[in-house]
């Protein structure tokens, strides 16, 4: 079964080297799942929850405009693997032409397909199986989340 997702925000962990480690945070089934990624990702999360632009499109900006611009739609984005601490994400997408709909399905680091999905606005769904291995309770995190 997969579960809807809802991107709570970029949070920041520390590393075993006392490092800063951003993390996004996603929630679904009542529990977080923190995916660590670096400090572009991050950025490039930020920038589309925020809906804030840049003079000239960034890389997830210009994906988008040409899927849409080639007849094609993002529908959804899943996180449905993890495999020794490495999560692994799909994007499904649609393309119409001459009134038929082809299917898609891309292959995608978690931190790239949720940078999309956060642009188009399109479901984000987290696998049981993801969540039964790598969800935490909520109450684990120090969290200031705006609503």
Do not use: W
């Not at 020794?84 to 931190?111: C, I, L, M, N, Q």
């Not at 987290?126 to 109450?139: K, N, T």
Request: net charge negative; charged share 30%; proline share 5%.
């Amino acid at each position: 079964m997969e579960h809807r997702a809802v991107v709570r925000g970029i949070g920041v962990g520390v590393g075993e080297d006392g490092s800063n480690v951003p993390a996004v945070i996603l929630e679904a089934r009542d529990e977080f799942l923190p995916i660590v990624i670096t400090s572009d990702q991050a950025q490039a999360i930020q920038l589309g929850l925020s809906g804030d632009k840049f003079e000239r499109p960034l890389t997830h900006d210009l994906l988008v405009e040409m899927v849409t611009e080639f007849g094609g739609a993002i529908d959804s984005i899943r996180i449905d693997d993890l495999s020794e601490g490495t999560f692994f994400a799909k994007v499904d997408a649609e393309r119409y032409h001459g009134g038929e709909v082809r299917s898609f399905v891309f292959d995608a680091r978690p931190s790239d397909a949720i940078a999309l999905g956060v642009r188009v606005d399109c479901p984000i769904l987290i696998s049981d199986e993801v969540l039964d291995a790598a969800g935490q309770p909520p109450e684990i995190f120090d969290v200031d989340f705006d609503e």
